[in-house]
């Protein structure tokens, strides 16, 4: 691979500030220019340097194979594929890390003479306080340089450094680019994955900005919008379903021949079981066969009768039952929610029928936490929101997730 070093890069090698801070739109090419800022200073005897990924597996996945690449022009390096390093003849080491094992980090003094000594990639993703706690000192002894770089992820610790890096304080110095800007993917490129992300993923994922979205869950829903009454029932219908003993939560969904899904009514049933709602969902409508349920309800029941799963009771019942096999990332879910509700050319691809007041309350109420995940503070929300997503999470979802990277 041949590196490409603009102006705007050798800027960022070069200035004199200890730590740096890179936040820029997805692709951008901040992983390689961190495997850059680890190699182009000569490596002095007995230096230790450090890559840290949010986990060890995205090192060894993403950085290892690049590293060694780079690696081949440096003749007489030993390369140990375990440890994921790189040893030299004078004795300096390369290291590639994961953050999800701090323990292996403690007591390496970085840097020498004010090299550059670490790189702490995918940053919004380490837990708060790591690089103070584990990394800062590893710095003090040869006054080491740090670049600290990441896609944003809402406002959370990575903010702070990064408004640190705007500051006075010549000890930091933050860079936004778009992945537009100075990137290495072509605009066209950037205009396709748009097509497939919603309004906010864009701006976060591609623009590198840090949201204010609030925590809302469901934050492209607008009641004034995707609130329609039903003209013409759909061609084809089926059933979203989230089981829990207190609120057994159905919502009866369907999608039109232009691929616009509907939530056209809903089931509620508190303290009862799947069986009674599969025989609700039989009365009220008998020619609707397909269920998109919890896929958590393969294995276990809500209600434990004879061992059966609520996914054997809806078969029982003679329900289709589609799920994953494994319960969904939530931010996925939620990401492909609201994109269907509203995807980042402003086009509205689900409505929700007026009667279905508890999916609606959840739309307009449920939270995120801090890491993204739907929040589960208030018991009373989420179920109807979960049961209307998981059609949409196998149908129409929004990201193909691979080992360690978003596709696109
Ligand atoms: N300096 C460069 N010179 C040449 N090609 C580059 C350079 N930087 C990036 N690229 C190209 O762009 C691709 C993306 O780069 P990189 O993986 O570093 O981006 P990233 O910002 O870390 O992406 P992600 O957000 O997915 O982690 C690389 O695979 C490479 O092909
Ligand atoms: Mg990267």
């Known amino acids: 691979m041949e590196i490409i070093l603009d102006k705007t890069r050798w800027d960022i090698l070069n200035h004199?500030?200890?730590?740096?801070?890179?936040?820029?739109?997805?692709?951008?090419?901040?992983?390689?220019?961190?495997?850059?800022?680890?190699?182009?200073?000569?490596?002095?005897?007995?230096?230790?340097?450090?890559?840290?990924?949010?986990?060890?597996?995205?090192?060894?996945?993403?950085?290892?194979?690049?590293?060694?690449?780079?690696?081949?022009?440096?003749?007489?390096?030993?390369?140990?594929?375990?440890?994921?390093?790189?040893?030299?003849?004078?004795?300096?080491?390369?290291?590639?890390?994961?953050?999800?094992?701090?323990?292996?980090?403690?007591?390496?003094?970085?840097?020498?003479?004010?090299?550059?000594?670490?790189?702490?990639?995918?940053?919004?993703?380490?837990?708060?306080?790591f690089f103070e706690e584990v990394i800062t000192p590893m710095l003090l002894d040869h006054?080491?340089?740090?670049?600290?770089?990441?896609?944003?992820?809402?406002?959370?610790?990575?903010?702070?450094?990064f408004l640190l890096g705007l500051g006075k304080n010549p000890m930091y110095k933050s860079w936004q680019f778009t992945t537009l800007e100075h990137g290495m993917i072509s605009k066209e490129a950037v205009l396709e994955a748009k097509k497939t992300m919603t309004a906010?993923?864009?701006?976060?994922?591609?623009?590198?900005?840090?949201?204010?979205a609030g925590n809302k869950a469901v934050w492209n829903f607008d009641r004034n919008v995707h609130l329609q009454p039903i003209k013409d029932m759909p061609p084809q219908m089926f059933f979203g379903l989230d089981f829990n003993v207190a609120t057994m939560a159905c919502i009866v969904m369907g999608r039109y021949s232009d691929g616009t899904v509907v939530a056209v009514d809903e089931l509620v049933l508190h303290n009862s079981n799947t069986d009674e709602m599969a025989r609700l969902m039989k009365k009220k409508y008998p020619y609707v066969k397909d269920c998109y349920p919890d896929p958590a309800g393969?294995?276990?029941?809500?209600?434990?009768?004879?061992?059966?799963?609520d996914h054997s009771?809806?078969?029982?019942?003679?329900?289709?039952?589609?799920?994953?096999?494994?319960?969904?990332?939530?931010?996925?879910?939620?990401?492909?929610?609201?994109r269907l509700l509203k995807d980042s050319e402003g086009?509205?691809?689900?409505?929700?029928?007026?009667?279905?007041?508890?999916?609606?309350?959840?739309?307009?109420?449920?939270?995120r936490d801090n890491n993204g995940n739907l929040s589960k503070k208030d018991e009373n929300l989420t179920h109807f929101l979960d049961a209307s997503s998981y059609y949409i999470d196998l149908k129409e979802p929004a990201y193909r997730r691979t080992a360690t990277t978003l596709e696109f």
Not at 200 to 212: A, R, V
Not at 298 to 309: E, F, G, L, P, Y
Request: hydrophobic share 35%.
């Open 200 to 212: 906010d993923q864009y701006k976060q994922e591609m623009l590198g900005t840090f949201l204010t």
């Open 16 to 129: 004199q500030a200890k730590v740096k801070i890179l936040i820029t739109g997805r692709r951008w090419g901040k992983s390689v220019l961190s495997a850059v800022f680890l190699l182009h200073q000569p490596f002095q005897q007995g230096e230790r340097r450090l890559y840290i990924a949010p986990y060890y597996r995205q090192a060894k996945l993403i950085m290892f194979p690049l590293m060694k690449e780079l690696m081949l022009q440096f003749g007489d390096v030993k390369i140990n594929e375990t440890e994921l390093s790189f040893r030299f003849d004078n004795g300096a080491e390369l290291s590639l890390k994961g953050a999800d094992n701090p323990d292996s980090l403690r007591g390496i003094s970085l840097g020498k003479n004010g090299s550059n000594g670490v790189v702490l990639d995918e940053m919004a993703y380490i837990k708060e306080g």
């Open 313 to 338: 009771i809806l078969r029982e019942h003679g329900f289709n039952v589609y799920a994953k096999s494994k319960a969904p990332h939530t931010k996925d879910r939620l990401y492909s929610l609201n």
């Open 347 to 367: 086009k509205i691809r689900m409505t929700v029928a007026p009667k279905c007041v508890n999916l609606i309350k959840d739309y307009e109420l449920c939270q």
């Open 143 to 161: 006054n080491a340089k740090a670049l600290l770089t990441s896609t944003p992820n809402g406002f959370n610790h990575l903010y702070s450094k």
């Open 298 to 309: 393969k294995s276990r029941s809500t209600v434990a009768v004879n061992n059966r799963s």
